[in-house]
């Protein structure tokens, strides 16, 4: 098992960034894919973004394309969630998690941290 935590939440208004940050410890993060999911209040978790071991394969929901960026680095044991153009919809308790394939389902990843809160203001 890897251990995840999250930071780089916040309160920001619409048309806003923020970078998520999720770092990992435990075993070797690079034989990992990531992924951000993202649970509005009484709404179900839902997929945000993913990323392949080695960063080559990236997946967006269509909600997020072309506003949110996934990165990760091997060597600090970091995956990011880059989000811009932020709105009040996107406001949010962001996961990241950790999975041995790249995957849009939850089901997929067996690690999971703890949670940023992310409230985007209109």
């Known amino acids: 098992q890897v251990q995840l935590v999250e930071s780089g939440g916040g309160l920001v208004q619409a048309g806003g960034s923020l970078r998520l940050s999720c770092a990992a410890s435990?075993?070797?993060?690079?034989?990992?894919?990531m992924g951000w999911f993202r649970q509005a209040p009484g709404k179900e978790r839902e997929f945000v973004a993913t990323i392949s071991q080695i960063g080559g394969r990236t997946y967006y929901a269509d909600s997020v394309k072309g506003r949110f960026t996934i990165s990760r680095d091997n060597v600090k044991n970091t995956v990011y969630l880059q989000m811009n153009s932020l709105k009040p919809e996107d406001t949010a308790v962001y996961y990241c998690?950790?999975?041995?394939?790249?995957?849009?389902?939850?089901?997929?990843?067996?690690?999971w941290g703890q949670g940023t809160q992310v409230t985007v203001s209109s």
């Open positions: 435990g075993r070797t993060f690079s034989i990992y894919s």
């Open positions: 998690a950790a999975g041995s394939t790249t995957t849009k389902n939850a089901r997929g990843y067996t690690s």
